[in-house]
């Protein structure tokens, strides 16, 4: 038995990586904000976004096990360099959106744990992710056991808050059964839904599954990998909204932030509440600000032709773009930050459908795949995905013209 788990250990890694970077501030605050206001209603969303999310994440992986090319390259040769450029171009501008938000969640993470201004924070941790980005021999290494171990302190911390409310186990059940939604409430989906489905972040597993050097015959190790790291994705989600719908749902508390969330848990438990909260959000905020960058500056370089491995020169110019970027705007940038984050998601996200449609046509594909295409099931779960993402883009534009509107 112990040696069937350590041969299992061996063989993740690319599905915690994944999990890191989707796990970020951004989804933290999103579930945190969802449990305070509607309790356990809609605990059915991350199961569904996981299901979607898993799908097209062991897609990538099939790719990326059977394929000596990275999955841009292939798009680039079959479909055109446009659309690679155009799929580049979509991750790039997202991770370049969130990345700020990934530089705050830092701050806020040590100013609860230090009491030390969170605006310092910054100029602290994206100098470490560039050393650890730009002078490790071997990134991929880096990553996977930085990863690995950031994602076990952020399921410690948040279980270790769990485990101080009292959840009632009949309603969390409930929780899980899918209920009809009716008028703002789409709202509440979509922003639940995109912060657990991401398909930029799904398609970079193919990169990283390559990194590792996976082969064919490591194709079940890969696929064992990525349902790993979704349950990881989903069991840490649900964490976070049941903490937020036992401890702060009944007394009717609010909160539009990690910080808020924090704050609640502190007054409610003590302050050792809050050093741990903290200590969960700055290890997400700080997995996901590394990562995050990674996978939108190596796509873009990958789109444009540029390159496609972590330990390339052109990649890490994107990369450190990113990195910089968020950073000086976490730190310098005055004014509605909010507005500013609206702007940039909306552009962003309008391409992301395009990263759905990519994998969907690149693993139906004969000659690429060939045995290893899709089947119809996964294509079932794969256009489901895709008219989820649609949806969750009109209502994201929606809710924008409605807020501009209202200026």
């Not at 990195?323 to 730190?331: E, R, S, T």
């Not at 045995?371 to 534009?397: C, D, E, P, T």
Request: some cysteine.
């Amino acid at each position: 038995m112990i040696s069937k788990i350590k041969i299992i250990l061996k063989s993740i890694g690319p599905g915690f990586i994944i999990a890191s970077v989707v796990l970020g501030p951004g989804s933290i605050t999103v579930s945190s904000q969802v449990g305070s206001v509607y309790g356990y209603s809609f605990l059915w969303v991350i199961i569904i976004s996981i299901i979607f999310m898993a799908n097209y994440t062991s897609m990538s992986a099939r790719f990326g096990v059977t394929n000596d090319n990275s999955i841009l390259q292939t798009i680039a040769v079959k479909y055109g360099r446009w659309f690679a450029i155009a799929v580049g171009a979509s991750a790039f501008l997202s991770s370049l959106s969130f990345q700020f938000g990934n530089n705050i969640g830092v701050g806020i993470g040590m100013h609860g744990i230090t009491g030390i201004n969170e605006r310092i924070w910054p100029l602290i941790f994206t100098p470490l992710a560039i050393i650890l980005l730009f002078w490790a021999k071997n990134l991929y290494k880096i990553l996977e056991k930085l990863m690995m171990v950031l994602v076990g302190v952020i399921i410690i911390s948040f279980f270790i808050n769990l485990t101080l409310t009292s959840p009632q186990f009949i309603p969390i059940a409930k929780g899980f059964v899918p209920q009809p939604v009716a008028g703002d409430q789409y709202s509440i989906v979509s922003a639940l839904m995109g912060t657990t489905f991401c398909l930029a972040v799904a398609m970079y597993y193919s990169y990283l599954a390559q990194n590792k050097g996976w082969k064919k015959e490591n194709l079940k190790s890969s696929l064992r990998d990525t349902y790993v790291g979704m349950f990881m994705l989903a069991f840490i989600s649900c964490i976070i909204i049941i903490t937020s719908a036992s401890s702060l749902n009944p007394f009717g508390i609010r909160v539009n932030s990690a910080a808020d969330m924090a704050i609640q848990l502190e007054s409610l438990f003590g302050v050792y509440a809050k050093v741990i909260f903290s200590l969960g959000l700055c290890a997400a905020a700080f997995s996901s600000l590394m990562v995050n960058s990674v996978v939108g500056g190596g796509l873009l370089a990958d789109g444009l032709g540029m390159g496609r491995s972590m330990n390339e020169k052109k990649p890490k110019i994107f990369i450190l773009i990113i990195l910089l970027a968020g950073m000086f705007i976490a730190v310098f940038m005055r004014g509605n930050i909010i507005y500013a984050l609206i702007i940039a998601q909306a552009s962003s996200i309008l391409s992301v459908p395009l990263v759905a449609i990519g994998l969907i046509m690149v693993l139906n594909s004969r000659e690429i795949m060939g045995k290893h295409r899709n089947n119809w099931w996964q294509n079932a779960i794969a256009f489901m995905g895709l008219l989820s993402i649609s949806l969750m883009v009109f209502f994201m534009y929606r809710s924008l013209v409605i807020y501009l509107g209202a200026l």
